[in-house]
Structure formats: C-alpha cells, structure tokens
C-alpha cells in the first residue's frame, strides 16, 4: 500500500479528457527506482515528456526520458553521470480484465478512469541505459583507468593461454568424428 501511495504522483487520469493530444512532464523524484527494488544509481536527474493520445477505442502513450544518471564505470568503478535519451511507445485498450502480459499494450478494464506510468517510466529508463558504461574521459583517452593494467594484463594472459594450449577434443566427439572419416 506505501508503495502505490509514493508512486500515486505518476497517475493519469484519462476519464473526462477530450479525445485529441495531451501532454504531461514529469520530473523523477528522490527515490522512485528505490520502489521497484533498483539501486544502482548514485543519483539522477531525469525529465520524463509524456504525449497521450485519447481516442474512443484506445490510448496510445509516447514516453520521452531525457537527463542524467549516475553510475559507476564498468572500467574504473568511478561514478559519472550517463546521458539518457530515449522513448517507449505502449498502447492502453479496454476489456474486462487488467492484463499487462505483452511490453507494448495494456489492459484495462472497463471501468478504469486512470492509469499508473511510474511501471513504463521505469521501464523506459533502464531500456535507453547503454549496455556498456565507460566513463568519458576513459573512452575519450583523456584518463587512464588505475585498474586499465589489471585488465590488460588478464586479457593478454588468456590470450597467450589460448594461443600456446592445444585445443582439446572431447573423446565422445573424436569417436564420431572418426565415424565419419573412416566413411570416406
């Protein structure tokens, strides 16, 4: 019950609108990804711009994540603050019964006047984080990581490793390789 209190600011209420567009901002709050169990930011600071569509039939919703959040750097484990920049599109139709199943349309029942998006803003967010996080001045050669020559060193290692050890075959595979040739 706390948890949809503290998420009951990211709300629509969709009933009583006009069809045509509709626009809302929403600026992320202190801990909002805290409530979905997340804690791998530093910080943020991050602009949501959300455009709703309202027709008979449906709604159709654009999430806009724009701003800034901090992690740490995969290379150096220094924090920085990441660029986010990005969107989700997702489509609300009715029917008799909440059904969330497919990432790209939702549900709604009948009776619904309102729809929660703190779900899609989350969503939207950690979908436009980029899968590798390396700090800028790393990426751009203006800093070398401390940790730059551990990770050199083991990678050179394996690569030796691999180059002077003889591949080895599993006897079970031999066998049938040798099926196979004996054949020709």
């Known amino acids: 019950m706390m948890k949809m209190k503290a998420l009951k600011s990211y709300d629509i209420k969709f009933s009583g609108l006009k069809n045509g567009k509709h626009q809302y901002r929403f600026q992320i709050e202190p801990g909002f990804f805290e409530h979905f169990n997340y804690d791998e930011f530093a910080g943020y600071n991050l ?6 569509h309202k027709s008979e039939q449906l709604l159709e919703f654009n999430i806009r994540s724009n701003g800034t959040v901090n992690v740490p750097c995969d290379i150096s484990g220094e924090n920085f603050d990441q660029a986010i920049e990005g969107q989700l599109d997702f489509i609300v139709k009715f029917g008799e019964t909440y059904n969330d199943d497919r990432e790209d349309l939702i549900i709604l029942p009948y009776n619904a006047h309102m729809i929660n998006v703190a779900q899609q803003i989350y969503e939207s967010v950690l979908l436009n984080l980029p ?30 490793e691999n180059i002077n050890k003889p591949e080895e075959i599993d006897p079970r595979w031999a066998a049938l390789k040798k099926l196979i040739t004996d054949k020709k």
Do not use: F, M
Not at 139 to 155: C, H, L, R, T, W
């Open 47 to 52: 602009d949501i711009l959300i455009d709703l």
């Open 131 to 160: 899968n590798k996080r390396i700090h800028p001045d790393i990426a751009s050669g203006k800093k070398v990581a401390e940790n730059a020559k551990y990770i050199i060193n083991y990678q050179e290692e394996n690569e030796t």
